[in-house]
């Protein structure tokens, strides 16, 4: 027999999720790109990834002979947005830590709507969802 119990005060069932979506967070510097600056953590979830995206040219990839192949590039150094694919209950607290710098900012995910920015609890850093589904 397995058993179980969950000391919960939410309105959610604290069980179910959201399906993924990728969420754009507005740093508060373009730090985007730098390797383990950022850290992310859902409490009623899961991050699946967080990336930052890459610099696009268009020329150089258009007579590159592997184009479309997926070869990897650095992140831009000088992007303020990162992006993170997440599945959370609507009740979770997703909470982003500055490693370099200390500073923590929390969002309610529950909150969050496409096109539309959710700034943080600590102001300075935004959250917005990008995909419907």
């Known amino acids: 027999m397995v058993c179980g119990l969950t000391l919960y005060h939410g309105k959610e069932n604290p069980l179910r999720v ?3 979506h990728v969420y754009r967070i507005t740093l508060p510097e373009p730090t985007a790109g730098e390797p383990g600056r950022w850290n992310l953590d859902v409490d009623l ?18 007579v590159a002979p592997g184009k479309g192949l ?11 947005y990162l992006y993170a694919d997440i599945t959370a209950n609507p009740d979770a607290t997703l909470t982003l830590t500055d490693t ?3 500073g923590q900012f929390q969002f ?4 969050a709507a496409l096109g539309q ?5 600590a102001a300075g ?9």
């Open 18 to 20: 959201a399906p993924l």
């Open 45 to 62: 979830g899961v991050v699946a990834r967080s990336y930052a995206l890459h610099e696009f040219e268009a020329e150089s990839w258009l």
């Open 70 to 80: 997926g070869e990897r590039k650095k992140p831009a150094k000088q992007s303020r």
């Open 100 to 102: 370099k710098g200390g």
């Open 108 to 111: 309610n995910m529950g909150q």
């Open 117 to 121: 920015e959710l700034e943080a609890r």
């Open 125 to 133: 850093v935004r959250i917005e969802i990008l995909d419907p589904h």
